[in-house]
């Protein structure tokens, strides 16, 4: 169990997420009046989620003496990939999904929060972040990926450090398409039910897309194309 549930100590029945091909639609899946399905894309299975640790990338020469004392070893980031396919639901003659935006919290711990309910026992957070990818085929087996660095790892951890981000604390991922909800899924049924992420303690901006981080370069065909945000491509109003 999480520890926003231990916290809250809430009990709601688990909600089993189906797969993009599979009827009826899958929780949060966009469907009309009559429950079938209208969506253009759908997270993959039950378990499209799925975590590991991975090292910073050595981008240094080879013969690069590093200083006397420290260690070659890279720390070790959080990767977050997650499985999703496409329909020509809303378009059946354009078997192009344009863009789609992934919205992701990470369950994690502030142990430092002066207003814990329970002194020493922290707050719970939900680290935050999105992705746009656009130009995306119709197809059943596409991946997208967010990271999270080592500091913030150390830094909203509890005392068993970064196992608590594979093992404890869980994620909810959402797709959008034009500003709408179309799917959602948890890495781990959750016994508050399907918005227990929405008592987290939102703590935006710590979640990296794989442009924003050392990933840049590691597996470029594995993931659609990102859209940047307007005040990253330099279209912005410039207010």
């Known amino acids: 169990m999480s520890f926003h549930a231990t916290i809250l100590k809430r009990s709601y029945p688990a909600v089993f997420l189906l797969g993009l091909m599979t009827a009826p639609a ?34 240094t ?29 809303l378009k059946p003659d354009y078997p192009y999904l344009d863009a789609v935006e992934f919205k992701i919290w990470i369950e ?14 922290g707050v719970a957070v939900g680290l935050t972040g999105s992705v746009t990818y656009v130009n995306i085929p119709v197809g059943k087996n596409f991946y997208g990926v967010f ?13 068993r450090g970064y196992a608590d981000f594979d093992q404890k604390f869980n994620i909810h991922i959402e797709a959008y398409v034009g500003g709408v909800l179309m799917d959602a899924i948890d890495k781990k049924k959750d ?24 990933f840049i370069m590691t597996d470029p065909d594995r993931y659609p194309a990102i859209k940047l945000p307007a005040e990253e491509s330099g279209t912005g109003t410039g207010q």
């Open 26 to 59: 899958a929780y949060g899946q966009l469907t009309d009046a009559k429950g079938q399905l209208v969506s253009p894309i759908a997270f993959s299975n039950t378990q499209a989620i799925t975590t590991s640790f991975v090292q910073t990338p050595i981008v």
């Open 191 to 214: 016994p508050m039910g399907t918005d227990w992420y929405k008592s987290l303690r939102a703590i935006p901006s710590l979640v990296y897309r794989q442009d924003q981080c050392p």
């Open 147 to 159: 990271y999270v660095h080592p500091s913030t790892l150390a830094r909203y951890s509890s005392g």
């Open 61 to 89: 020469p080879q013969n690069y003496n590093s200083p006397s004392g420290t260690t070659n070893r890279p720390p070790q980031w959080l990767k977050v990939e997650f499985q999703f396919g496409t329909t020509a639901a």
């Open 108 to 121: 994690g711990l502030d142990l430092y929060a002066k207003d814990a309910p329970v002194p020493g026992k």
